[in-house]
């Protein structure tokens, strides 16, 4: 379909308005979507440029809700593996060069002055650049994306389910989980998982009483890394397998909830629990990580995922009423996610009881620091699990059309392929979660291998091109862009060796 819109284009001069591609071959408003991953995915109501409808404050929002996801859990922990001081600093850092790289994507089109790029996106850019390797290059980076983002919703899943289901049972039968792990003795306990297992998250419910036949049951029946995954296959994998997913876009509310929600969470704990810092700059203490820390780099890779909407900001700038005002919106709606991540992970780090507990004690989902039987931590784990119940489907909807709909131009070829594709991604999710469900390195990973086409490699080398065709190449300009895309490299390469 795109293939033939651009032949209708190109069957005149640009500036021949005759045999724009007629409205009966474009697709319906109600057959887009737009995602970023560990964000949000929903359905575009409105495409065509300068006929959007949307205001400057409702496209600061949409970018803001779209980018904003799950990897904010892993804030706090990137912000413990880099250093508080360090950990601010490189969220700053990073929000500025990947808003930069945003922004040269959204120029990408207006440097093509010979072709009318109205109706293009990013991957039509790319194909005009690089030909047919940019479109499929574009595309294996787009479902590197999409499948690490359902790897780390599978994960998290399994997680949230497992503690609510030990949520209901603990209530029932009057136990209390934080007798088992080390913990803070307040009205607010604080626990420390992975005390005891060396440094890993425990993937297993407590042992509360052996003798008791009801609780060993459960325990064998109920175990995070061992069953809990299998039981989401049959909760999800029929849903994966629909046609359309356009009932499940209209849950996206929920992701703006969650994120809210745990924004009130967070406020609410730093309040009862206060702050705990201390400022060692190179030594670690008992308690405290220093200030400066060299695996910095494991923030970076979670901060380009966390960062990342590079592949449909044109997308959503096209629906903004005043088109004059896209860079500004654009900023304005880095300012406020880069605040957003700065809040939730100086506050979880900040009011982190230390002493007793390590700030070492954070955990790559910081969640996972409140006990199952915690009130509001359980309403955000529900919250959560359902909000990632209705966009899976989506995400599973546009890896199924990316993939299948570029080999058999065809997004549903038959029950059979679909189903093959399904029960690759979702063995993926499961086996992730049951033998490495640390949600920080697959995050780090899968952004910094995204991150390194979308966020890196193509704006710049775009812009460092079309400079040269233009004659307007200065040196300064090719070795900022060129240590633009080292950094993209260093950043991939170096979440290897932490």
């Known amino acids: 379909m795109n293939k033939r819109i651009h032949y209708y284009n190109r069957l005149s001069t640009p500036a021949d308005k005759a045999l724009i591609a007629p409205d009966h071959v474009v697709p319906a408003p109600g057959e887009c979507y737009v995602y970023s991953p560990l964000g949000s995915a929903y359905k575009l109501q409105s495409y065509t440029e300068g006929n959007g409808k949307n205001t400057s404050l409702v496209t600061i929002f949409m970018i803001w809700n779209t980018m904003m996801g799950t990897s904010i859990l892993s804030i706090p922990w990137g912000m413990k593996q880099a250093g508080f001081t360090t950990g601010m600093c490189v969220i700053i850092l990073m929000g500025l060069l990947t808003l930069y790289c945003c922004y040269r994507v959204v120029k990408s089109r207006t440097m093509i002055s010979s072709l009318d790029t109205a109706t293009w996106e990013y991957p039509d850019v790319c194909r005009h650049y690089f030909g047919s390797f940019g479109q499929w290059s574009s595309l294996l980076f787009s479902l590197v994306s999409l499948i690490g983002a359902m790897i780390v919703y599978w994960v998290l899943m399994s997680n949230f389910l497992f503690n609510t289901g030990k949520f209901i049972f603990n209530f029932i039968h009057h136990i209390n989980d934080t007798d088992t792990v080390l913990s803070t003795n307040n009205s607010n306990p604080v626990i420390c998982p ?39 296959v049959g909760l999800l994998l029929p849903l994966l397998n629909f046609k359309s997913p356009s009932f499940f876009s209209k849950f996206n509310i929920l992701g703006t909830v969650s994120v809210l929600y745990l924004i009130f969470l967070v406020t609410f704990k730093a309040v009862h629990l206060g702050f705990h810092l201390e400022f060692h700059w190179f030594i670690p203490t008992e308690f405290f990580v220093p200030e400066i820390r060299f695996q910095f780099p494991q923030l970076t890779g979670v901060l380009t995922l966390a960062f990342f909407i590079h592949n449909c900001i044109i997308t959503l700038l096209k629906n903004n009423k005043n088109q004059e005002n896209n860079v500004r919106d654009l900023c304005i709606a880095y300012i406020l996610v880069t605040l957003t991540y700065l809040y939730i992970g100086v506050l979880v780090f900040a009011s982190f009881p230390s002493p007793p507990l390590s700030k070492d004690c954070i955990e790559q989902n910081f969640l996972d620091n409140f006990p199952s039987s915690d009130t509001l931590s359980f309403i955000a784990r529900i919250f959560l699990l359902f909000q990632m119940m209705t966009v899976y489907p989506l995400l599973g909807y546009l890896a199924r059309v990316q993939l299948l709909g570029h080999i058999f131009g065809d997004i549903y070829p038959s029950i059979f392929h679909v189903l093959i594709l399904n029960l690759i991604i979702v063995g993926a999710g499961v086996i992730m979660a049951c033998f ?7 995050i780090r990973y899968s952004g910094a291998a995204c991150g390194l086409a979308f966020v890196f490699i193509y704006p710049s080398l775009i812009y460092i091109i079309s400079l040269h065709q233009e004659d307007r190449l200065t040196w300064p300009k090719l070795i900022f862009h060129v240590f633009i895309i080292i950094l993209g490299l260093a950043n991939l390469i170096v979440q290897f060796f932490m």
């Open 436 to 442: 490495y469900p640390n949600i920080g390195g697959i």
């Open 194 to 232: 992975s005390a005891g297992s060396g440094g890993h998250p425990d993937n297993s419910s407590m042992i509360f009483n052996a003798n008791e036949t009801g609780i060993q049951q459960f325990e064998t029946w109920w175990d995070k890394s061992k069953t809990v995954p299998f039981y989401l």
